[in-house]
């Protein structure tokens, strides 16, 4: 009996092991899979950008007007250097030829309240002018399409300028108060142009800008073009940088006279010998 009721116990004891170890498995079939936790990316604020303070563009500051007699690779230059905020060119021409108004740039300076002026295009034996000519909107010539009508200085109410003579296609629709043609380039982008003349050497006039407010007139002494194009390019002249320069009518036709208005003037250069010719650059105080 003992030993029938020992293996009695034991299969009960069997059996709940067994029922407990199914009820487990049961158990665990019946639990949710568990999910995998997402990491959400870290989200870091960004504080607001504060407003950007542009400094404000300075000024370019003012160019004394004043004759600067400088000499420079061997080249003796006067110059005189104006501001168009405070002084201008005007084209002042003769249309009945060299010399039927005004003998030289003293007088026509004079007659037009100049305080300074040059001579200025090419002309014909005969006195015709050699490319464009607009003095105070009248226009006489015609378009030269040769090295001495490589360029233009122009000057409306709100621009005064050097530009390649391609800008005419441009400035005929509305042509400007003064403009003057002329060449050849001799400063473009602050840079000797290539291809000048290394002959003839005389004197010379030229006009010339830094390219903003900043501009010069000047008689130069005896040189070739080339020359000339490469002292411009590192010719010190107090506070004006020179980008662009033009050639004008030179040798007997160099005619410069400046004010005593003009800081270190008054002077004249103009031999006996010049002769009188068609048109003048004059400066003006504004």
Known sequence: MNKNLRLSQVKKLTLYISSLAVISVASACL???????????????TPPKKNTVIPPVKPQSLLPNKLHQISHQKIQFN?????????NLIVADQPKGPGSIWPDS????????????????FFTPEGAPLGIVI??????????????????FYQTNTITKISRRAIWNKLSKSPPLNL?????????NSKTVAGLSSKSSRVRSFIATDGKNHWCIGHV???????????????????????TALNLDGGRSSDLWVSSSVT????TIRPFWNKPV???LILKSN
């Open 135 to 152: 003095a105070n909107g009248i226009q006489q010539g015609s378009n030269n399409t040769s090295s001495l009508g490589t360029a233009m």
């Open 31 to 45: 639990q949710p899979h568990s999910l995998t936790q997402v990491t959400q990316p870290k989200v870091t604020q």
């Open 79 to 87: 110059i005189v250097t104006f501001d168009t905020r405070n002084q």
């Open 221 to 243: 002494g005896t040189c070739t073009l080339a020359q000339l194009s490469n002292a411009l390019a590192t010719i010190n002249i107090e506070n004006f940088n020179i980008t």
């Open 278 to 280: 068609r048109n003048f």
């Open 180 to 188: 003057l043609q002329s060449g050849p380039m001799l400063i473009e």
């Open 106 to 121: 003293q007088s026509a300076a004079k007659a037009n309240k100049g305080i300074a002026a040059i001579n200025a295009g």
């Open 264 to 267: 270190g003037g008054p002077k």
